[in-house]
């Protein structure tokens, strides 16, 4: 479904990204891990037009997508969720999913039908009927969550990527996060990347797992990953944080 070959960026000097290759496929939930700082981010944003590559291809579906601008990446079936959620703060919930259906749309719908996809929206992440009317100061940090990706929804994306969708969530709001990303998954036949340091999330959630170490990737599924020697890897899935995920690995 995406093919990213050979992907740089650099800002200046620095190589923020350098050579990275990898493959979503229809249907999958991959799983994007690595260090602070490795580009993970940065890979999402060259993908979603938020940036231009140095070098490299992004190709969508057999077209290529690398440096076209993000309302474009858009209306092509992407769509994306940011780490530090950023709901206009002056409109209500249901009107900032709106603009996001108008906008995906590129303005050739009816407001009205905007106004639907985004009641549509709402109710399949789960927000209660009268949050619809509220503002995002009145939300708990779990909802506006729930609201932003109600936004991406409202943009009828065939591929999701979501930046950290369980950071700053308690358990229980973290577990209902894995249930509705299963549900919509399963639902909506969406394909996901997701950016995650979560053991929780990795393992609950992912067919496949990839990893930007050294400024590249490497990617395979999770017992895979598991075994390569990297010492990175090595130690995010063995060291003692993520003890009892392994033996629930080999279950599996």
């Known amino acids: 479904m995406l093919s990213v070959t050979s992907l740089s960026k650099r800002f200046g000097g620095f190589p923020a990204v350098s050579q990275v290759s990898f493959e979503v496929r229809r249907g999958e939930i991959l799983g994007l891990i690595g260090p602070n700082g490795s580009g993970k981010s940065t890979t999402f944003n060259l993908i979603a037009g938020a940036l231009k590559p140095t070098a490299g291809s992004i190709r969508f579906e057999g077209a290529e997508i690398g440096g076209l601008p993000a309302h474009l990446v858009c209306r092509k079936g992407l769509a994306r969720t940011f780490q530090i959620p950023r709901p206009f703060r002056t409109m209500s919930l249901l009107d900032n999913v709106t603009l996001a259906a108008f906008y995906g749309a590129g303005g050739d719908i009816a407001r009205s039908e905007a106004r639907r ?23 708990s940090g779990g909802m506006i969550k729930r609201a932003i990706l109600a936004r991406a929804l409202a943009l009828d994306p065939q591929l999701l990527f979501l930046d950290e969708p369980t950071a700053g969530l308690d358990p229980i709001s973290a577990a209902a ?9 399963q ?37 895979g990953i ?14 003692v944080r993520a003890r009892g995920y392994s033996t629930r690995a080999g279950e599996s």
Do not use: E
Request: hydrophobic share 45%; aromatic share 8%.
């Open 226 to 239: 598991m075994d390569n020697p990297h010492p990175w890897i090595q130690a995010y899935f063995h060291g």
């Open 177 to 185: 996060s894995h249930q509705l990303l299963l549900y919509l998954h």
């Open 187 to 223: 639902h909506l036949h969406l394909t996901v990347v997701m950016i995650t340091h979560d053991l929780d999330t990795i393992f609950r959630t992912c067919n496949r797992v990839g990893v930007i170490v050294d400024r590249r990737m490497v990617s395979d599924t999770l017992t």
């Open 117 to 139: 996809r985004a009641a549509a929206a709402l109710d399949q992440v789960g927000l209660p009927a009268d949050a619809a009317g509220k503002y995002p100061s009145q939300l």
